[in-house]
């Protein structure tokens, strides 16, 4: 048995697995996000419940929106109740059992190894488009990662000067990791609803900017044209910079298909001279590929991306 949590600013996913990554059962719960004695709880009475239900006492993972810093201090400003906290320790104590814990883009990519996407890949890449930018790396059925779990912020990458030149006058916006003008704040939901008040829209969400722009009105127009050009140019150096043999796109803007379309009529053009992109690919777990991958984690204790503390 193995348990899988994927925690986000809002939700969280809780799954239960058995040893052949069958999942028995999968529920969703409101994030306490601001409390953190409420959060443990809540994880710690889940676990146990299902303990009980299950007969076994299983290994825990968890995904998470953010790194960790170096002490073992979890850093996600998304979930303010357990930023800068030491949750792997605090819920090992709790549980009396190992806890394992990595960035919720790397549990993505690893589910998507193993049976999905880019199974079979010697080197792919996972970017997940949705409230942020996510992104990861994985080498020969291993996580590319570091002791903070910080590797593959991707999202945090500067906009190209050719991106700026084709659209002259592209606002430079502040990212909450202390830049300007990453990628993540165009190419996120975010961004999204960024460039389309930039452009003349109202204030919306990026389902209702899709609608307009496949009614063809004309600011959800130029404000996809940017958002794709934008996220072309930077997906293609990262395939340029990092040479995948495929790449998986997850969250909530990157499962669709008219995103996948746009980046085979543009990816070529941000190429290096030659050189043909990766096969860019939709998820076969979609949205619950982060707390699948978590759950992969908790069975695989002896990768290095997993270690408990």
């Known amino acids: 048995m193995r348990y899988g949590f994927d925690i986000g600013g809002t939700k969280i996913a809780f799954a239960v697995y058995n040893e052949q990554l069958t999942l028995l059962e999968s529920e969703v719960y409101a994030t306490p996000a601001h409390d953190y004695d409420a959060f443990l709880a809540l994880i710690t009475r ?3 419940q299902a303990d009980a239900r299950f007969g076994s006492q299983a290994n825990v993972g968890l995904g998470f929106p953010g790194v960790l810093d170096g002490r073992g201090n979890i850093l996600a400003p998304n979930v303010p109740a357990i930023h ?3 949750l792997l320790s605090d819920l090992q104590q709790r549980l009396n059992r190992a806890v394992y814990g990595d960035n919720d883009a790397n549990c993505f990519l690893l589910s998507e190894y193993h049976g999905g996407a880019v199974s079979g890949s010697r080197l792919a890449l996972g970017l997940t488009l949705g409230t942020g930018m996510g992104g990861a790396l994985i080498y020969e059925g291993r996580l590319v990662n570091s002791d903070r779990a910080g590797c593959g912020e991707f999202g945090h990458g500067p906009v190209g ?3 700026l030149l084709r659209h002259p006058g592209l606002p430079l916006y502040p990212c909450g990791c202390g830049r300007i003008a990453c990628l993540e704040t165009y190419v996120s939901g975010t961004g999204l609803a960024r ?6 829209g109202h204030e919306c969400d990026g389902k209702a900017i899709i609608a307009a722009w496949l009614r063809g009105e004309t600011e959800a127009k130029c404000c996809m044209d940017t958002y794709f050009d934008v996220l072309g140019a930077g997906l293609g150096t990262l395939m340029t910079q990092l040479d995948p043999d495929a790449v998986v796109l997850g969250g909530s803007l990157g499962e669709t298909t008219w995103l996948h379309e746009a980046l085979a009529e543009r990816l070529p053009a941000y190429m290096m001279k030659g050189i043909e992109p990766a096969p860019v690919r939709s998820p ?3 949205g619950a590929g982060g707390v699948r991958g978590a759950a992969l984690l908790a069975g695989q204790p002896d990768l290095p991306f997993s270690s408990p503390v």
């Open 161 to 163: 000067a050719d991106i």
């Open 195 to 200: 460039l389309y008040r930039h452009f003349g």
């Open 46 to 48: 889940l676990v146990l």
């Open 84 to 86: 800068g906290r030491d």
């Open 284 to 286: 076969v777990f979609g």
